[in-house]
């Protein structure tokens, strides 16, 4: 039997799209640079149309990305949906998948919310342990250096790095090893009532749930509309 030891300090979780990082607008980047790069011009339905078949391309198939080889691998996959489902006009003629990818990649432009960083510093000085746990691709790590907050933070867990997406279990647990806490010392915060909500509390953690429209949860859930309305004992 593996017997882990407990620090006995609070940890804190925290999902990363839509509690710590957003992601701008992509369709008016994509339309820039093409625009910028190739003197392509694309409609705004047409590139926001292409960009919803990446997007979902990419979710159901995040899990491919364990490592910077299948990282490269799945953004140049990406790239081909993004390219067929754009106008077939000849507009996008001569441009290669790779300038494509690069496109696309600069067009995914991530900021962490202004309420992240106070709230992690704040965790900080609680002496609290701090996990990213995402379902997200190996990049996740570079994503939060890039918007200032991988400092901030104890350990990242993805679900490409797992291979288990949230809401199982396992995720979970993976991040209160990080944490070296219990589960009944971890607090989990994310925008998901599936995910994270039912995912934390099937690992035994409590969970708040983040509803940044000040749109109320269901019954029974914590809600907070900002990071900054996190309990001072998470």
């Not at 300038?99 to 000085?125: G, H, I, S």
């Not at 291979?163 to 199982?168: C, I, Q, T, V």
């Not at 599936?194 to 029974?220: F, K, N, S």
Request: hydrophobic share 45%; aromatic share 4%.
């Amino acid at each position: 039997m593996v017997h882990t030891h407990f620090s006995g300090r609070r940890a804190l979780l925290l999902d990363a799209l839509g509690t710590l990082v957003a992601l701008d607008p992509p369709a008016p980047a994509l339309r820039a640079e093409l625009a910028r790069r190739f003197g392509v011009e694309v409609g705004v339905g047409e590139a926001a149309y292409a960009l919803r078949a990446e997007i979902a391309f990419y979710r159901a198939n995040l899990q491919r990305a364990r490592d910077e080889p299948s990282l490269a691998a799945l953004r140049r996959r990406c790239a081909e949906v993004l390219r067929d489902a754009l106008p077939q006009d000849g507009r996008l003629n001569g441009i290669g998948i790779d300038a494509l990818t690069e496109v696309l990649l600069t067009a995914l432009r991530f900021r962490a919310y202004d309420d992240a960083r106070p709230a992690l510093v704040a965790a900080r000085e609680r002496d609290e342990r701090i996990v990213v746990v995402s379902n997200w691709d190996v990049s996740l790590v570079g994503v939060l250096e890039r918007v200032g907050l991988a400092d901030l933070v104890d350990g990242v867990v993805t679900s490409a790095g797992m291979g288990e997406r949230k809401p199982s279990p396992a995720i979970f647990e993976a991040g209160l090893r990080i944490a070296g806490t219990g589960a009944g010392l971890a607090t989990h915060v994310g925008d998901s009532v599936e995910e994270d909500v039912h995912g934390a509390r099937g690992a035994g953690i409590a969970a708040i749930l983040v509803r940044r429209t000040g749109a109320p949860g269901p019954p029974g859930v914590p809600t907070i509309a900002s990071l900054a309305e996190l309990p001072a004992e998470s």
